[in-house]
């Protein structure tokens, strides 16, 4: 499916062509919100040549930091997210162990004395979609997230409130059944499901 596929198939399903395109940015905004997909994820390689580290080049993707290793004495390192208001100061200087993100970068404690790699995985923002044959991983593997995400928007729009709900539910349900295929692409299809007797 595509962008312009998927106009065709929420004016047909409302039975209106005028279905202004904000309602597909809010389509967009809502998949990006409710969901953290493994198409969703990206990797990238920062060095701490400067500090703090800028992310600056990975908006307007960039969402959220999945996890961040530092490449210390040959061997990779895990750092650990805090918050900026704990007991890090972010002022002592050495190997780096822990991160915050503040102002768009990456604050590392202790600050590196010197230059390291680090490897971030993130959750990366799906990008509005623009006219004709726009697609991404995402709508190509569930459709069904952006007809029913977007058949709700324009049921808001329209003043229908038996269709938003009907279609807020179909919604719901299919972000469950994303969710279910996700975590058997992410660890096997080989899961079994164990009952505990009581």
């Known amino acids: 499916m595509n962008y312009t596929t998927l106009q065709a198939n929420v004016a047909d399903a409302m039975g209106r062509s005028d279905v202004p395109s904000y309602v597909y940015t809010l389509t967009t905004a809502a ?3 409710d969901l953290r997909l493994i198409d969703m994820e990206s990797t990238t390689t920062l060095t701490t040549a400067t ?3 800028d992310l600056s080049a990975l908006s307007p993707a960039f969402h959220s930091v999945i ?6 004495g040959g061997s990779p390192r895990i750092l650990r997210p805090v918050t900026e208001f704990g007991s890090h100061n972010f002022i002592s200087t050495g190997a780096p162990q822990y991160y915050t993100l503040r102002d768009g970068a990456l604050w590392l404690d202790p ?5 390291y790699t680090l490897y971030m995985t993130y959750n990366s923002a799906l990008a509005a979609l623009s006219a004709g044959a726009d697609t991404n991983d995402v709508m190509s ?3 069904d997230l952006y007809i029913y995400s977007a058949l709700t ?3 808001i729009w329209a003043s229908d409130s038996e269709r938003e709900a009907s279609y807020g539910g179909a919604y719901v349900a299919a972000k469950k059944m994303a969710e279910k295929d996700d975590l058997r692409r992410r660890i096997g299809t080989s899961l079994e499901t164990r009952s505990r007797r009581l």
Not at 67 to 72: C, P
Request: charged share 15%; glycine share 4%; proline share 13%.
């Open 51 to 53: 500090h703090p580290v």
């Open 67 to 72: 996890s961040l290793y530092a490449e210390v």
């Open 153 to 155: 928007h324009a049921a």
């Open 111 to 115: 600050v590196p004395d010197g230059t």
């Open 141 to 143: 593997r569930y459709p």
């Open 31 to 33: 998949i990006n919100r």
